[in-house]
């Protein structure tokens, strides 16, 4: 039987009266004015991985055979994060620190995104320094936050104390204050003493410390805080500072950094707040082993960070005597100032195997590299490279 019903009309896109073609509907008015964070994260496996400032040598033989030991009917349930939690407590010897206290996020970068989603909003401002961490910024602002950024100060690049403090103090208080201690990429350190002045002086801010590179140098505020909990008979650590957020990862001493696991560290309530705005199970089972693994073989950690602080040493005697300019701090990373250019001289030593970061553009330090610090094998590899590209003599 034919149809009694019209043929439907071919679109024509010459006809005024076809379809307009399809568009995607714009996100936030935040969202729309934001690029993508982009790192230069593709195609680094084999290469000697100076750009990131990852553990360069790979987790402990406990974490992988972990790993390897988890059955398969562990991939079918639902990961769960009380015994990490513990765990943490347990490795930061925290009396007075409870589970409650400590949140577990997809890598610290997770840990700084929830921390904006539940406390900056349009019209609050961001706190920070320039040049520091590069994901603060795009954080910020898709949250529609305004951002106020204070430079460190030269020659040293000193933190710039007395500009946080009058911020702070300012009749409408930042709601957030990020400090990055000690700061990637400066190294500039900041006393533990003087973060906690800041967050007892701002009780309206957040402020949250981004411990990353604490173990390169024993900057953390964690010690004094559990030092006088348990001086004080194991009272709560934040009692006094409930608007303090510590952040650490397994990413830079472990040897996880794939896995993805950080921690936020602070009061109860505020720990809570951030962890509202993550999903139930944002970190999966893999990684929880692997955290529990590597936090349960801390010697492993320590040989690796006192490698790493002996290469330090090693590589910065070197630059002294060849008269390159650079400047160290604390954290596993230098900067150097190369004489060829440092987009010259970066894609040199990619030639060679060897992945640096290029600074250009960043307030400060542009023209500089950022190398990050692995074991005395490596940097020797970097300083032959680097020396034959700059046309050095042999240390
Ligand atoms: C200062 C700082 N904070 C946070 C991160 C992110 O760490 P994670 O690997 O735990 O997400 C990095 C990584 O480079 C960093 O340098």
Redesign the pocket.
Known sequence: MESSSPAPASPSPASPASPRPPVSPPARPEVESLQAYSAPLEGRRGLLRLD??ENTVGPSPKVVAAIRAIPPEEYAVYPEYDGLREAVVAALGGSGLHPEQVGVFN??????HAAFHAFGGPGDTLLTTSP??G?YTPCARMQGMAIEAIPYRLPGFAFPLEEIRAALAAPEPPRLLLL?NPN?PTGTRLPAAAVLELAAAAPRTVVVV?E??EAFTGDSVLPPLLQAAAAGGGGDPFAAYPNLLV?R????TAGI?GL???FAIGAAALVDRVGRVTGPYDVNSFAVTAALAALADQPYVDAYVAEVLRARDWLLERLRQAGVRHHADGGNYLLLWPAGGAQAVEAALRQAGILVRSMAGKPLIDGSLRVSLGSGEQMARFWDAYRRIEGLAAG
């Open positions: 990131f400032n890598g610290v970068d997770a840990a700084l520091t961490f994901y990055c990637n981004d990353l590179y952040l990862s397994l990413s830079k950094a993805r696991i950080g």
